[in-house]
Nanobody, 115 residues
């Protein structure tokens, strides 16, 4: 049974930080974070390999966001620093693919608002 549950979203001022968490059940090779702002398409933010040795970021977050995972705790994380207003969106945890932005399983999302 696959389940993905995000937490950690909230409201923060520009320049601040947030850490998103995703508790998952199931076995995934790659995992990823996506986001979707109102009126916009869902976009890939970051993806990570199963062992955590490989990570890929969208150009818009590179150098500011860090994806990590703890397989022993069945948890995925997204550390978001130097947040900008354009980072405001619903953030989704998902399984992932190393070489493209694609997913089959999604969480319910957690809202991030930067003002």
């Amino acid at each position: 049974h696959v389940q993905l549950v995000e937490s950690g979203g909230g409201s923060v001022q520009a320049g601040g930080s947030l850490r998103l968490s995703c508790a998952f059940s199931g076995s995934f090779r790659c995992m990823a974070w996506f986001r979707q702002a109102p009126g916009q398409e869902r976009e890939g933010v970051a993806t990570i390999s199963k062992a955590g040795s490989f990570a890929r970021y969208s150009d818009s977050v590179k150098g500011r966001f860090t994806i990590s995972r703890d397989n022993a705790k069945n948890s995925l994380y997204l550390q978001m620093d130097s947040l900008k207003t354009e980072d405001s969106a619903m953030y989704y945890c998902s399984d992932g693919v190393a070489d493209r932005w694609d997913a089959s399983y999604w969480g319910q999302g957690t809202q991030v608002t930067v003002s």
